[in-house]
């Protein structure tokens, strides 16, 4: 379906929005999805680089939870770890805590 501007009457005519994006997918040599996976593209395109997820979540009409319990596994990425940076000084971390064995 599509909207052409906000308030407008939804247009749901095959001629409209299925064969211009099949006739797209063929032309990009891209293999047949449906139309709703374009969403699912969307929405990890954006949580890969780091985007808010508040904003994203927005954007797909989602609560944030809905958003990250859909897809968070596409949030990981190599600075995760520097996350654990914003923790204040005094915090120990588990991985630096003595064996249960070591302890007294």
Not at 26 to 42: F, I, P
Not at 58 to 81: C, F, N, P, R
Request: net charge positive; hydrophobic share 35%.
């Amino acid at each position: 379906m599509l909207q052409p501007s906000k308030g407008g009457l939804w247009i749901n005519e095959p001629s409209v929005t299925i064969r211009p994006f099949k006739s797209a997918l063929k032309a990009l040599n891209v293999r047949k999805r449906r139309q709703y996976d374009t969403r699912h593209t969307y929405a990890t395109m954006c949580l890969m680089p780091g985007m808010n997820p508040a904003f994203i979540a927005s954007q797909l009409g989602h609560s944030v939870e809905m958003l990250l319990s859909t897809y968070a596994k596409w949030i990981s990425s190599s600075s995760d770890w520097r996350e654990l940076e914003k923790l204040p000084p005094r915090v120990e971390l588990a991985q630096n805590w003595p064996k249960t064995d070591e302890r007294a």
